[in-house]
C-alpha cells in the first residue's frame, strides 16, 4: 500500500476559502481527464501519489467524467480503496452533478431528484460515506432555484457532503442562490468557473466581483486553455494531443496564426521570468486574493510537478501584467 511522504506539506502553500474555514492547496488536481476508462491505472495512481506527495490535497471529479460517465469516480473510489483510504481525513474530494448522466427525464440539470440520486450513485462508485464539497455543475433555466439550493442543503443534513459550490453561474445567479443558501444556514463555500489569460468570462459576467463581495472562494478549471498556455503547441500539434484524440473541447481552430503568435510572445515572456509558461499562467490566475486554486489536468506527473512552481517565485509585476494584457489585445 502507498506510504505517502513525510515532507507533503513542507512547501505547500494552502489558501482559505472566502470566509469559510476551509482550506484548499493552492493548486488542485482535476480528474476531467485521463482519469476514465481508457486511461492506465498504473498511471493514475502515479498522479494522485506525485500529487498528494507534494500537498495537493484536493481532487476534484463530477459523476459524467469518464469516458464512460462515472468511471473517473469508479477509479478514484478504487485508488482510495486499494491505496489512500489511511489519508481520506487529509483530503478534499469534490463532484458534481448537472450534466447529462444518465437517459429519460430525471439524469440532467438541476432538480432535486437528480442530485440527490447523481451523488447517491457518486458515493458507491468513490466507496465514500460524504464528498466534501458537492456542486451544482450548471445553472438550469427551468427549475426553481429555489428548488437546487435546497436539494443542496438537504443533502449537506443528510451528511452526505460537508460543503456545497456551484459551477458555471454567473455573479447576479450565484447572488440569488447563495441568498437561498444562507438562509437555510447551508455552508456555500465555492464557486468553480473557467478562468485564464485567454478566457475571462468572470470578470465580464460580474462574479469574480460577486465572490469578493459575499465573501466565497473561486477555484479555476482550465487556467492553461486546454494546453494551449503551456510549451506544448510552440512547435505544431504533438500526436497525443488531445486536438487528435478527441477534439471536443480543443481543435485546430483553436490554434489559429494569431493566437500562436500570442502564445510565443506569452512564452517569451515567461523565460525572461525564468518560468515556463504554465507556471506564468497559473501565477496570472493567481495574481489576487480572489481566486483560491488553480484546477490543473496531468497526463504525466512530471507536469504536475512543474504545475506546483506557480507557487514559488516572485508574483507578476504590474508592468508584465500590463504586457500580458497588450499580447491578448493584439
Known amino acids: 500500500m502507498y506510504k505517502a511522504s513525510s515532507t507533503r506539506y513542507d512547501n505547500a502553500r494552502y489558501n482559505r476559502l472566502g470566509r469559510s474555514g476551509l482550506k484548499l492547496p493552492v493548486v488542485s488536481l482535476g480528474f476531467w481527464h485521463n482519469f476514465g476508462d481508457t486511461a492506465a ?53 469534490s463532484t458534481k452533478a448537472g450534466y447529462g448522466m444518465w437517459a429519460g427525464p430525471y439524469g440532467d440539470f438541476g432538480s432535486r431528484k437528480y442530485l440527490i440520486a447523481s451523488l447517491d450513485q457518486s458515493l458507491k462508485r468513490l466507496g465514500l460515506d460524504y464528498v466534501d464539497v458537492f456542486y451544482h455543475h450548471r445553472p438550469d433555466p427551468e427549475t426553481p432555484l429555489e428548488e437546487t439550493m435546497g436539494a443542496l442543503d438537504s443533502i449537506v443534513k443528510s451528511g452526505k457532503a460537508l460543503y456545497v459550490g456551484l459551477s458555471n453561474y454567473d455573479g447576479e445567479r450565484m447572488k440569488k442562490a447563495a441568498a437561498i443558501l444562507e ?23 460580474g462574479l469574480k466581483d460577486a465572490c469578493r463581495e459575499l465573501g466565497k472562494g473561486l477555484i479555476s478549471f482550465c487556467p492553461l486553455a486546454q494546453g494551449l498556455l503551456t510549451n506544448r503547441y ?22 489559429g496564426e494569431k493566437t500562436l503568435e500570442r502564445v510565443g510572445k506569452l512564452n517569451d515572456l515567461a523565460l525572461q521570468r525564468g518560468e515556463t509558461l504554465a507556471q506564468m499562467a497559473l501565477k496570472w490566475v493567481l495574481k489576487d486574493s480572489d481566486v483560491t486554486s488553480v484546477l490543473i489536468g496531468a497526463s504525466k506527473p512530471e507536469q ?7 507557487q514559488k517565485g516572485s508574483p507578476l509585476s504590474t508592468e508584465e501584467l500590463v504586457v500580458i494584457d497588450r499580447i491578448c489585445a493584439e
Not at 57 to 85: Q, V
Not at 234 to 252: A, K, V
Open 41 to 93: 491505472m498504473a498511471n493514475m495512481k502515479k498522479l494522485c501519489f506525485t500529487a498528494f506527495d507534494n500537498g495537493i490535497t484536493h481532487f476534484d471529479l463530477a459523476n459524467n467524467y469518464g469516458p464512460e460517465p462515472g468511471s473517473a469516480e469508479a477509479n478514484l473510489g478504487r485508488i482510495l480503496k486499494e491505496e489512500m483510504g489511511a489519508y481520506r481525513d487529509e483530503l478534499i474530494i
Open 234 to 255: 510552440l512547435n505544431g500539434i504533438p500526436e497525443d494531443s488531445r486536438i487528435m484524440t478527441d477534439g471536443r473541447f480543443l481543435n485546430r481552430n483553436s490554434l
Open 183 to 205: 438562509e437555510l444556514k447551508c455552508p456555500f463555500v465555492i464557486n468553480q468557473n473557467s478562468y485564464n489569460i485567454f478566457n475571462r468570462t468572470i470578470e465580464q459576467n
Open 304 to 310: 504536475i510537478l512543474d504545475n506546483l512552481g506557480a
